[in-house]
């Protein structure tokens, strides 16, 4: 294998790749980085999803058999597909569901989590997270974001505990675990129920095990960015087995699990389609993942060259992550002031998509809104909801959604020298930063 490449060396092949428009094309490497090796590619990825006749001829033996849901008599494939998915990710029981949001409002339901009850939460999440909460009339609380990771900070998790939280709701964002060996902790020092959001995290790890069995259970989304995808379609992890049936009686309605009724259910159920094509988007899901995991480690490796760009860190027990998003924070000032926008512009002029990521969820209208709520009024109190908004103030978020930067899944798709073009790109950028911040 040959050795890491030296910051002079990255630095001075990505400012010859600057000549034209300090942005160029070229390699920002010469020689490879200690990484894992990567399944080979032939050409950029950059259309998702990827199919073959693989996923066609699934789609048409469900077509075909004429039995397209789990009520349509023996539902094969959503049952091979959750025997699949629980044995690779090394759970007992899985309950396929029709999105990542019905599978936490399956888990929500089934632990009978309602109106006054508190479920803490990390504001650097998709707005799901949130509403799979206020749609039982339980009460989100915000715990603020610990900056180098980007996850869920463990402290402020437990300084947000009241005598009403009755649940811990981490996210594992990006599909890297959030610190779990302190968040199990506090669990059940605390004696409170904890669920893994784990949405975006399919095949990510916490000390060698898979994500979404650390607590009660896991909730996991195969809508269509996701890295394991049938468009939409969720599923629900767990090894106890009690739980499972709660949520499988809760995802049918009237379903036939031995677990006691809450007199509470819904119709989230996963069809036949959408389980053929998880079976076969399976086939590739691992390949994929070692192609993620090479090219992650590889750029962060880059990237850490470049004063000012700070790939997010990997919480210390967390041995793979689920690569859905490859995020970093963008620190203006070592840019010479310019500003993220302008960034995100010179990256998008060279065929880099970015994105500015989240933005306070936590402070947005939509959470907002929920202050003046009537029915959280009436379950509340008009003055707990109006203290509501104060009480989940985040400083640290509110200065990560300012500096954050994503590259999807898919970039990390691409053959090794996309990630050195990456790489290049920035350098020139910052090479020139006072340049193109007057511009």
Not at 93 to 102: E, H, L, N, P
Not at 119 to 148: C, E, G, K, Q, R
Not at 346 to 354: F, H, N, R, V, W
């Amino acid at each position: 294998m040959s050795p890491p490449v030296s910051r002079r060396k990255f630095l001075g092949s990505a400012a010859g790749a600057s000549l034209a428009l300090g942005l160029g094309r070229g390699s920002a490497a010469e020689t490879s980085a200690s990484t894992p090796a990567a399944a080979p590619i032939t050409k950029p990825v950059s259309e998702w999803p990827l199919w073959d006749n693989r996923d066609e001829t699934a789609l048409l033996d469900v077509l075909h058999s004429g039995k397209w849901g789990r009520t349509a008599g023996g539902a094969a494939r959503v049952k091979e597909f959750e025997a699949a998915y629980a044995a690779r990710m090394k759970a007992k029981f899985c309950v396929a569901t029709s999105s990542g949001t019905t599978a936490l409002l399956t888990s929500l339901g089934a632990l009978n989590i309602g109106p006054g009850d508190e479920v803490i939460m990390p504001p650097y999440t998709f707005v799901a997270t949130f509403n799979s909460i206020t749609a039982s009339f339980a009460l989100p609380v915000f715990a603020d974001t610990d900056a180098a990771t980007f996850q869920i900070d463990p402290k402020k998790m437990a300084a947000a505990i009241t005598p009403a939280t009755k649940l811990l709701l981490p996210v594992h964002i990006a599909g890297s675990p959030a610190d779990l060996d302190a968040i199990t902790a506090l669990a059940k020092a605390r004696n409170i129920t904890l669920l893994e959001d784990a949405c975006q995290a399919p095949l990510a790890e916490w000390r060698n095990q898979p994500v979404g069995t650390f607590g009660i259970g896991g909730c996991f989304s195969f809508q269509a960015s996701k890295n394991l995808t049938s468009g939409e379609g969720g599923a629900v992890l767990t090894n106890d087995e009690n739980f499972a049936n709660l949520c499988y009686n809760f995802h049918t309605p009237g379903g036939p699990k031995p677990a006691p009724s809450l007199g509470r259910a819904a119709n989230f159920r996963l069809t036949e389609f959408q389980a053929a094509l998880l079976l076969a988007q399976m086939t590739r899901l691992e390949a994929q993942a070692k192609t993620r995991d090479a090219n992650a480690a590889y750029l962060s490796e880059l990237l850490r060259q470049i004063p000012g760009s700070a790939p997010a860190a990997l919480a210390p027990g967390c041995t793979r992550s689920g690569w859905h998003l490859y995020m970093f924070r963008y620190e203006a000032a070592k840019f010479a002031g310019l500003t993220r926008a302008k960034f995100l512009q010179l990256l998008a002029k060279e065929g880099i998509a970015a994105s500015s990521g989240y933005t306070s969820l936590n402070t947005s209208a939509h959470v907002k809104a929920l202050a003046s709520n009537p029915h959280y009024q009436r379950i509340y109190g008009k003055k707990t909801m109006d203290t509501w908004v104060d009480r989940n103030q985040c400083p640290v978020n509110d200065r990560l959604v300012e500096e954050a930067v994503w590259l999807s899944q898919t970039k990390l798709l691409n053959p090794r020298s996309e990630m050195e073009r990456i790489a290049s790109v920035i350098a020139g950028i910052q090479k020139r930063a006072g340049e193109l911040a007057r511009s």
